[in-house]
């Protein structure tokens, strides 16, 4: 058995991203890790980060990112492609640059991996999700925030990387173009396993949380858009009262522990349960419908969501 660990990449290091972390914390379980590196600017470290690991299992495949042609969010996705198209595993272990898995769930996987090798019905594997929030106590449970998704996949040439790179989904004769397309597209069958993907993507300073954002809404509208959207908007992000938030009660993945060491923006946090910024955009978790069905789910549905869109057809 063989799998394969890939990811993408671009100005990781200039948007707070743990790549290193997050290529370190699965690399005891792959035989090789590829990273699509697109093309960088000039201030950016990313690549340096990833050859300090020093690993001949990892390959560096250079790309150009191209969000005009492909809009909507769906470069991520055609980079993803490319990241999969150079990976020669069984299995093929898709790792976001924000995502870190403990180490302590390594073992399952790779018997999960094991286990399932010779059984074509079983097409990939989902991962319970952890979205941090503001720092790393904090996390969201709220409804709206995805619970599970597909990050190990067979390598099978009819799955491809789907919408904007969250999920994938089994697409025949896929014209290489439309990421977002729904007909003749199928949803992956998958098994789930017992470990945590660990999500620091709404974990950075207040600056460049904000800088990011507007980088990644670039990707879906284009840059003018973007420019005017954001020329009103405050420079530093607002997470709100991370009071509200769950606290985290568990460990951080070993890997993370240096990075961990780096929070310093805790006086820009709010952590009581009030809104202390009555002007400030509205997260998804704090609308008024959202607030009423996380009610519900966490008190009396165990966690389970209502109505929630799920890109993968689970195996009992």
Not at 85 to 109: M, N, R
């Amino acid at each position: 058995m063989k799998i394969s660990g890939f990811t993408i990449a671009k100005n990781t290091s200039k948007l707070y991203y743990p790549i290193k972390q997050s290529i370190l914390s699965i690399l005891p379980i792959v035989d090789e890790f590829v990273v699509a590196l697109g093309d960088c600017d000039l201030d950016d470290t990313t690549e340096r980060e990833i050859l300090s690991i020093n690993s001949e299992k990892i390959k560096i495949v250079r790309t150009i990112w191209d969000s005009e042609k492909f809009s909507g969010g769906t470069e991520a996705a055609r980079q993803t492609d490319i990241a999969k198209s150079h990976c020669t595993g069984d299995w093929l272990f898709y790792i976001q640059a924000d995502e870190v898995i403990h180490e302590k769930d390594l073992p399952a996987i790779q018997k999960a991996c094991s286990d399932y090798l010779n059984n074509t019905e079983v097409e990939g594997f989902i991962f319970q999700y952890l979205h941090f929030w503001g720092d790393y106590n904090h996390h969201q449970i709220a409804h709206g925030w995805y619970k599970n998704e597909i990050r190990i996949i067979r390598n099978l040439p009819e799955i491809h990387s789907w919408r904007d790179a969250q999920s994938f989904r089994k697409i025949p004769n896929f014209d290489g173009i439309n990421y977002r397309q729904t007909e003749n597209t199928f949803k992956l069958r998958v098994k789930k396993i017992p470990a945590n993907v660990f999500h620091y993507g709404w974990v950075r300073p207040p600056r460049l949380m904000q800088n990011k954002n507007k980088i990644f809404n670039a990707l879906y509208i284009g840059k003018k858009k973007v420019n005017q959207i954001y020329e009103n908007k405050p420079t530093t992000y607002d997470y709100g009262p991370l009071g509200r938030a769950k606290i985290f009660e568990g460990t951080h993945p070993k890997v993370m522990e240096e990075w961990i060491l780096k929070f310093d923006w805790s006086e820009d946090l709010n952590y009581t349960k009030k809104d202390l910024n009555q002007n400030r955009e509205k997260h998804k978790h704090d609308r008024i419908r959202n607030k009423i069905l996380t009610f519900f789910e966490q008190n009396f549905l165990k966690g389970k969501e209502i109505g929630g869109f799920k890109n993968y057809i689970e195996l009992r």
